[in-house]
């Protein structure tokens, strides 16, 4: 499946949510970052291994999602 990478944050939430419902073995947090690395390369690596980085969390937290918002269309 092709992702616009022309999307806001609130259609990302959905895209994340189908992709994490549709591959089983996907954590949240692996969905959330496999997507957000799709759409939003350099907002990905902006957070690899910081406390952002959800990818190997069951969840994503709070603070990444209002760290991901207030950075989405400025990168």
Known sequence: MKISTNINYEEFL??????????????SGQAYFNIL????PQLAEMIRGTIH???HKDSVS????QYIKSKWDNI
């Open 53 to 55: 980085d959800p990818y």
């Open 14 to 27: 959905v895209v994340v949510d189908k992709y994490e419902k549709a591959v089983s073995d996907w954590r």
């Open 37 to 40: 690395t799709s759409v939003r």
């Open 62 to 65: 709070e603070q990444t999602h």
